[in-house]
């Protein structure tokens, strides 16, 4: 559909905008890549008159005995509401597949928003191992849904091939950066300091920062990370190690990794999400070490900010990045990512060529064209 037919539809159904429900996860948790992703698509579609959106969500803690009892029993009786009165019922996430047949006997129809395929192998500790086997119980609920959205095509086509979701209701809607965080130049980088410094107490001067945002996981494979600075064997390092310890044991064996090392690094949680263009700016490096990304906006915002990438060479980075990023191919190697990582803070010009190219990359993925596609795919879902 062409953005003049969708113009000329959204005034059409001005009059009589279709209900969508959006069942969110904890509020404490916007920050983080999952539910950002879905109150970045709610904002956008509120731009279109075509839909009114009801984002619902569950005030407590993540690890809260509140929350569990609102998401398991609470949210089911909701989802009843939400499926006899609106057009269309959203999920944020795979955590709550279980409501997909509630909503479907309830009459309504349900969108699933499918972020990563949940493999064996990746997890580690009780608290993971857990989660790892009740995403993968709820996984064959996803291919029921009436629409899987998927930030990346590789997604997708896992969904298609390990989860047998329908080639006809597995769309693909990226992440939208707004560009919200000021580009980084001397200036702007000295300010980000400064603020570190005042609301964090982290120190720099004349040091190589490198910058890691997301949950500490075992998949994130942060300990790589550490193993490769050990061997770069530089003093003149900072690690900023921006999330939540998901799991305590790999944070645990990260902070003993760096202490042995001597590696300065700063494990910071609780950062408010205008505290995070600070950390962005502060940089030199991004790196991502991780095994598995659903898309991995992280790296997008880095590119936005103007700092250079290094990631896994993964196929979804390759989606979603091309040749705008130090692609590390040994995902567990020290000694690999310990070469690339010596390489990029040795090459000005390589960092700088990156930089250009990764601020190329990161505009294809702007609101207006991410918001336009959005709305396409959810009215064909509910007008047919």
């Known amino acids: 559909m062409s953005d003049s037919l969708l113009t000329a539809n959204a005034q059409r159904l001005g009059a009589n905008p279709a209900r969508v429900v959006w069942f969110l996860g904890p509020r404490p948790a916007s ?15 509120s731009a279109f008159p075509n839909f009114t959106i009801e984002a619902i969500d569950i005030p407590a803690e993540p690890r809260s005995f509140k929350r569990y009892w609102l998401q398991l029993v609470i949210y089911p009786l909701r989802a ?11 999920l944020y996430q795979e955590d709550l597949s279980f409501l997909i047949p509630i909503i479907r006997l309830a009459g309504g129809r349900v969108c699933m928003i499918l972020h990563h395929v949940q493999h064996r192998g990746q997890a580690r500790g009780p608290v993971e191992t857990l989660k790892s086997w009740y995403i993968r119980l709820m996984q064959p609920l996803v291919a029921t849904a009436d629409l899987v959205l998927s930030p990346s095509d590789v997604t997708a086509c896992e969904a298609r091939s390990d989860i047998a979701v329908p080639a006809e209701r597995s769309h693909v809607v990226p992440v939208a950066f707004d560009g919200r965080f000021a580009p980084v130049n001397t200036a702007v980088r000295r300010e980000a300091r400064a603020t570190l410094k005042a609301q964090f107490d982290v120190s720099i001067g004349d040091e190589l920062v490198l910058l890691n945002v997301g949950t500490d ?31 305590a044991a790999n944070r645990q064996e990260c902070r003993e990794l760096a202490n042995a090392a001597g590696v300065k690094v700063h494990f910071i949680e609780g950062a408010r999400d205008e505290d995070m263009g600070c950390f962005y700016q502060a940089a030199d490096i991004y790196v991502s070490p991780t095994l598995q990304e659903g898309f991995g ?21 390759r989606s979603t990045m091309g040749d705008s ?3 590390v191919a040994g995902l567990t190697d020290p000694a690999a990512w310990a070469a690339n990582i010596g390489r990029l803070a040795g090459d000005p010009s390589l960092s700088a060529e990156l930089v250009q190219r990764g601020y190329v990359n990161a505009k294809r993925f702007s609101p207006s064209v991410v918001g336009a596609l959005l709305c396409r795919t959810f009215d064909r879902a509910v007008h047919g």
């Open 31 to 45: 920050w983080n890549g999952v539910m950002q992703y879905s109150l970045d698509c709610i904002e956008m579609m």
């Open 80 to 90: 009843i509401a939400a499926a006899r009165s609106s057009s269309l019922v959203v």
């Open 217 to 247: 996981e075992s998949r994130k494979n942060n300990a790589t990370l550490f193993r490769a600075l050990a061997l770069l064997g530089r003093k003149d390092v900072i690690v900023l190690r921006i999330g939540r310890a998901q799991n």
């Open 297 to 317: 906006r992280t790296v997008i915002e880095a590119q936005l900010v103007g700092i250079p990438v290094i990631a896994s060479d993964l196929a979804v980075y």
């Open 325 to 327: 990023f130090l692609p």
